[in-house]
């Protein structure tokens, strides 16, 4: 990431500019840093965040300047097929699908540095001092709550927790099987453990992940690297014909067809949560759906955004869930490449 000094144009119609108080790393960003996610460059990454809103724009009533509010990736225009639907998330003003612009809604960019135009990220760009979202992209949250906490509840959190809740609906006495304990895989472990899941199993190739995903819910932690055999055939044997729910939270397309192998033949749901790499392609063998199971997939944990944020931020204050396990560093902005290298040696 290169420091530079940016214009952040004012907000036009439906926008508003914010000043961006406190930002997480997340994977996805690191992603686009590594060619596994396309973006158009140059860009301003970032999108798990709080701030407070700095000026509004043209005909925007929900908001003013001095409201706390975290920006969302996943938008709500409450207009869309996805936004009126109560079985969908994904509103179909999101820049996150097959084509992203980098764009603001009218096709220009709000960022400018040195007199060249810069891309936003996903409706978002928050590794900024202050950034413009469109009214649809954010979410006015209770202004007592820590920005420096409930930032998480932007991306990480919220994808973790609602892929259990919101998308597997998990019952009380289920298994569950959780690849991958980034922050986001600690967070479906804390879906678990409040869906009232009986066995919680944690994978991990990096065992100095397994003590916080056993202070955070996880009955069992094992790693990948100790056993010959495929981790499905382990999962299989460990609870007898396979777990009743599995979440990919990695995005590697041979851990996705592994979580799918480990779930019951027969109604095991297995939850993609993890990001998939640009242009890769999975095979797998169709008698694994034949047979009965689910495979599903789960963006912003199937949370209708500009809804359920400000609530989960609710749910935060009467301290329903934790966060404080989820951060492990804070950082200035200007080392902001320290934090990415931290994210990449796992140590976050």
């Known amino acids: 990431f290169s420091l530079e000094e940016v214009e952040v ?35 301003i990454l970032g999108h798990e965040a709080a701030g407070v809103v700095e000026s509004v724009g043209e005909k925007v009533t929900s908001l003013k300047p001095g409201d706390a509010v975290i920006p969302l990736f996943v938008p709500q225009c409450g207009e869309c097929r996805s936004c009126l639907s109560t079985k969908g998330n994904l509103c179909s003003k999101n820049d996150i699908s097959s084509s992203p612009t980098g764009l603001m809604a009218d096709g220009t960019t709000r960022f400018t540095c040195k007199g060249k135009a810069i891309h ?28 420096e906490k409930v930032c998480l509840i932007g991306c990480g959190f919220s994808t973790g927790y609602g892929a259990v809740l919101q998308t597997a609906k998990v019952e009380a006495g289920s298994t569950c099987a959780v690849f991958g304990l980034g922050g986001v895989g600690l967070s479906v472990v804390m879906g678990c453990k409040a869906a009232g899941a009986s066995r919680i199993i944690a994978i991990d190739i990096n065992k100095d992940k397994f003590a916080k995903a056993k202070e955070l819910g996880a009955t069992e932690c094992i790693n990948p690297k100790d056993f010959k055999k495929p981790i499905h055939e382990v999962l299989t044997e460990m609870t007898g014909q396979g777990v009743d729910y599995s979440f990919e939270v990695i995005g590697r397309i041979e851990t996705m067809t592994e979580a799918l192998a480990s779930c019951h033949y027969n109604y095991g749901v297995s939850v993609i949560v993890g990001v998939p790499p640009a242009a890769q392609k999975i095979s797998f063998d169709p ?19 500009k809804d359920a944020v400000p609530k989960l931020v609710a749910d935060y204050m009467k301290k329903k869930f934790v966060l404080d396990p989820l951060i492990t560093h804070t950082l200035p902005l200007t080392k902001i490449n320290e934090g990415f290298d931290l994210l990449r040696t796992g140590k976050r």
């Open 9 to 43: 144009a004012p907000p036009k119609a439906h926008e508003v500019r914010i000043k961006i108080v406190a930002t997480g790393i997340c994977r996805s960003d690191d992603h686009v840093v590594t060619g596994v996610l396309t973006m158009p460059f140059p860009i």
């Open 287 to 305: 008698m694994l759906l034949f047979s009965g199971r689910t495979w599903k997939g789960s963006v912003f944990g199937g949370w209708k955004s």
């Open 120 to 147: 936003h990220f996903i409706g978002t760009s928050t590794f900024t001092e202050y950034t413009v979202v469109h009214e649809t992209a954010v979410a006015k949250i209770d202004s007592a709550a820590p920005l």
